[in-house]
């Protein structure tokens, strides 16, 4: 395995490896863009806006993580796949198996806001406007958004029942959610827009202000992480101490003060190894001792990814089942949709 590891680092230096983040986030960011061009063309076409018919790419569903979440719970209390948003189910459940297997990898290779937040804070470095928070406040700040999982959880998983939730996914604002989504971000209220504002603006001075304290979704990838394989290893024998690590650092980690990282904040970026000037200082582990190359994590990333994809494509569970005319008659009322109730 280490032999392995040494020939892929000839191969390829580590010091690339933040480019090729750049190339992999922004090519799933390009797609994203493309899926909400193809997606808006859908919805002017559902409200007459336009005669020319363009599919609804099941793709959008990924921007409905509690949808996903209450078929997670569907699919576990009854064994049935949610029909009406499987992708987003879809694109949730490889979320978690990547959690799972490869630190927060689908935060720090796959997820499109993801890497508009690693943009900015990119940014923020470039004009020296950044900030590193002393340690109790943004210890502090962490919980927020494990308070914001435990609601949701506390809601969908603990107190919604099965028939609760098969009523919410067949209402209508459930079926309409994805154009609300749209709406979200095209024709934002003034409270959105100042609101998002207020947070890219605080990202230019704290890096990744949103997914470091706010996104509930980061943070179940992040408990998930924990039990994961891989970690970064640091060998004390040769560090020099420059700190370039941390400067690199996405999550703000502390990286030069311990032998491995072990924070759940960790979105497995890579950046850190490439940013080390000592030769193999920086390593991926997996396990206790096992030395593996770093190309290992993006490569088993998005492998896993498109995997989860064509296995949901083959077996049906990709397209959702509610016909383009039923949708067509919820957008239009869209704005007077209820709430369900339970
Ligand atoms: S923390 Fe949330 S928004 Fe940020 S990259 Fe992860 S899933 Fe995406
Ligand atoms: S960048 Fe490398 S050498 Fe510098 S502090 Fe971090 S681990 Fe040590
Ligand atoms: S410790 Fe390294 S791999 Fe983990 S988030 Fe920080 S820079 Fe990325």
């Known amino acids: 395995m280490a032999t392995l590891a040494n ?8 010091r690339r490896l933040g480019r090729l983040r750049l190339l992999v986030q922004g090519s799933f960011f390009l797609y994203t863009l493309f899926i909400g061009l193809r997606f808006t063309l859908f919805y002017q076409w559902s409200l007459g806006q336009s005669e020319h018919y363009v599919a609804r790419p099941p793709g959008v569903e990924g921007f409905l993580p509690i949808s996903a979440l ?74 927020v958004k494990y308070l914001l999982l435990a609601f949701f959880c506390y809601i969908i998983l603990w107190r919604m029942t099965l028939p609760q939730i098969t009523a919410f996914q067949s209402a209508p604002y459930n ?23 207020c947070l890219v603006a605080t990202s230019f ?6 997914c470091r304290f706010l996104c509930p979704y980061g943070a179940l990838l992040g408990l998930l992480a924990l039990i994961g394989p891989l970690k970064i290893q640091r060998d004390t024998a040769t560090c020099i101490n420059c700190q370039r690590c941390e400067r690199a650092c996405p999550g703000a980690i502390r990286i030069a003060s311990k032998p491995r990282v072990l924070a759940n904040e960790c979105v497995g970026c890579l950046e850190c190894v490439a940013a080390c000037p000592v030769p193999n200082c920086l390593t991926l582990r997996a396990g206790l001792s096992h030395k593996v190359s770093p190309l290992l994590l993006p490569a088993t990333v998005i ?40």
Not at 175 to 194: G, I, Y
């Open 7 to 14: 020939s892929m680092g000839k191969l390829f230096p580590p």
């Open 303 to 342: 492998t896993l990814f498109l995997l989860c994809f064509v296995v949901a494509l083959a077996t049906g569970h990709w397209h959702s089942s509610v016909p383009p005319a039923e949708l067509s008659k919820h957008y239009s009322q869209i704005n007077n949709l209820p709430h369900p109730s339970y």
């Open 70 to 143: 209450l078929g997670l719970k569907s699919l576990a209390l009854t064994g049935l796949y949610d029909h009406i948003h499987p992708a987003g189910l879809t694109i949730f459940l490889a979320a978690l198996l990547i959690g799972l297997l490869m630190r927060k990898g689908f935060c720090g290779w796959i997820c499109p806001v993801g890497f508009v937040s690693n943009l900015v804070e990119r940014a923020g470095r470039w004009l020296k406007l950044q900030r590193r928070l002393p340690a109790w406040i943004a210890w502090e700040l962490h919980g």
């Open 175 to 197: 079926l309409a959610a994805d154009a609300k989504m749209l709406l979200f971000f095209l024709a934002p209220s003034r409270l959105v827009t100042v609101v998002m504002l």
């Open 205 to 210: 001075v704290i890096p990744n202000f949103w």
